[in-house]
């Protein structure tokens, strides 16, 4: 796959569980285990992880914007695809 295309469907995966239509729903998990049953069904998501460890890279991104850790939805998130594809640089920044 293209740098460009890849890149167009990171970004694809990110706007749509960015959507506070969409990620709203994490708000509603009873406890961890039923967040991450809600996170793995959100659009988006699994698009991100099917795609690997570029998607690790675009969470790591998305945690060190300054309004991510704010919104716990978001963070939420990428932590759950982070934990999906692990990588040295989330290792250090985490």
Avoid: C, W
Avoid at 44 to 52: A, F, K, P, W
Avoid at 65 to 78: L, Q
């Amino acid at each position: 796959m293209g740098e460009n295309k890849t890149k167009h469907k990171l970004q694809r995966a990110i706007d749509r569980f960015m959507d506070p239509e969409v990620n709203y729903q994490v708000m509603l998990a009873s406890s961890p285990a039923a967040a991450k049953l809600i996170i793995e069904a959100l659009p988006g998501v699994r698009d991100l992880v099917e795609l690997g460890p570029e998607a690790g890279k675009a969470a790591l991104n998305l945690l060190q914007r300054e309004d991510s850790p704010d919104d716990y939805r978001i963070s939420a998130v990428a932590l759950y695809i982070l934990e999906r594809h692990p990588s040295p640089e989330a290792k250090l920044a985490l």
